[in-house]
C-alpha cells in the first residue's frame, strides 16, 4: 500500500505542471548517448508520448554525429573539426544526408511503437531551416584575421515553421533532422543544437531542452549547478569555469532566452525519463539556463523554493 501511495504522490506532483504545460510547445533536441542505448531510446519515446498524450505540443530536433563519424569511416574518408564543426564536403554532406534520414525514420518509428503520431521532415522541407555559408574568422599570432573555408557547414539564416505548425494542429509530432537549404537550393549541415535553439525561437516555445551526455553545467569545483542565469553563464565562460563542448550548449540556450523562449534546459540525457523528470518535478535533473533567477516575490504564496533552485515554473 505504501508504495501504492507513493506513486499517486508521484503523478500528484506532476499535475501542476501539467496544467501549466497544456498546450504549450516543448522543443527537445536528442543527441548523444540517449540515442545509443535501446533502454533510454525506449524511455525518450515513452516521455514524448506522455507529452503529447498530456496535452502539450512536443517538438524533436536529433543530432547524428557519432553515426555520421562511423559512415564515413566505413567509406575511407577523413573527419576534420574545427571549432567543434564538422568540415563538409560534397561527400560529407551526402553520407551525414543518409544517416540522419536513417535516424529520423527510426524515431519516427520509435515513437509510433509507444502509441505516438510522428511525422519525420529534415530542414530542406518546406524551407523550414533557410541557411547560409558558414565563414570561421580566426586570428593568428600577430592578430591578423583570416576566413577559414569549413565546406558546407550552415548557419541559420531564417526558420519558417509553417510546416511544424501545421503538423501540430493535425496532432502529429514534428521529427527533424538539422540540414538546411540555402536560398540557391544548396544544402547545408547544421549543428543540431543551433537548429533546436532557432527552432524553438521561432515558435516561441515555453521550453527548450538539450539533452547532453553530462549532467548539465558545472562549478569550479564540480558540482552542478541547478539554475543559471544569462549574465552569470556570460561572467562563467569569460571565466573558462564553463569550456569546451557545454560553451555551445550554453550559448545556444541564451541565444534562444533572447529571442522568446520562456525557459531552456541542458540535461543529463543518460538517466532514463530525463525529459520527464525535469519538466514535471521541482528537482529537475540538469540546469535550467534562465533570464533571470526567481526573488521570493515571484514565488506562489505557500510554496518555498529550495536554496540552490526553484523550479522553472517558479521563476516567473
Not at 45 to 70: C, K, R, S, W, Y
Not at 145 to 159: P, R
Amino acid at each position: 500500500m505504501k508504495d501504492l501511495i507513493q506513486r499517486a504522490e508521484v503523478l500528484i506532483e506532476a499535475l501542476p505542471y501539467i496544467r501549466r504545460f497544456r498546450g504549450k510547445t516543448i522543443v527537445i533536441k536528442y543527441g548523444g548517448h540517449a540515442m545509443l542505448s535501446e533502454d533510454l531510446r525506449l524511455s525518450f519515446a515513452e516521455d514524448v508520448v506522455l507529452l503529447d498524450l498530456v496535452g502539450m505540443n512536443p517538438v524533436i530536433v536529433h543530432g547524428g554525429g557519432p553515426q555520421i563519424t562511423e559512415l564515413i569511416g566505413k567509406l575511407g574518408l577523413k573527419s576534420k573539426f574545427v571549432r567543434g564543426m564538422r568540415v563538409t564536403d560534397e561527400a560529407t554532406m551526402e553520407a551525414a544526408e543518409m544517416v540522419l534520414q536513417r535516424i529520423n525514420k527510426d524515431i519516427v518509428a520509435m515513437i509510433s511503437r509507444q502509441g505516438g503520431r510522428a511525422v519525420g521532415l529534415s530542414g530542406k522541407d518546406g524551407d523550414l531551416i533557410v541557411s547560409r555559408k558558414m565563414r570561421v574568422v580566426v586570428r593568428d599570432e600577430n592578430g591578423r584575421k583570416s576566413t577559414l573555408d569549413i565546406g558546407l557547414v550552415g548557419e541559420v539564416d531564417a526558420i519558417n515553421p509553417d510546416v511544424i505548425t501545421t503538423l501540430e494542429a493535425a496532432n502529429f509530432i514534428p521529427v527533424i533532422a538539422p540540414t538546411g537549404v540555402g536560398r540557391d537550393g544548396q544544402t547545408y549541415n547544421i549543428n543540431a543544437d543551433v537548429a533546436a535553439g532557432e527552432i524553438a525561437a521561432a515558435l516561441k516555445a515555453e521550453k527548450l531542452i538539450l539533452l547532453s551526455d553530462v549532467e548539465g553545467v558545472k562549478d569550479r569545483e564540480g558540482r552542478l549547478i541547478s539554475t543559471l542565469d544569462a549574465p552569470e553563464a556570460r561572467r562563467m565562460i569569460a571565466r573558462d569555469v564553463i569550456h569546451e563542448g557545454m560553451i555551445p550548449k550554453v550559448e545556444c540556450c541564451i541565444d534562444a532566452l533572447q529571442k522568446g523562449v520562456a525557459k531552456t534546459h541542458i540535461i543529463d540525457g543518460r538517466v532514463r525519463h530525463a525529459v520527464l523528470l525535469e519538466i514535471f518535478t521541482r528537482l529537475g535533473v540538469g540546469t535550467e539556463v534562465v533570464r533571470r533567477r526567481a526573488r521570493v516575490s515571484d514565488l506562489a504564496p505557500g510554496r518555498r523554493k529550495r536554496p540552490e533552485r526553484a523550479h522553472a515554473d517558479e521563476q516567473r
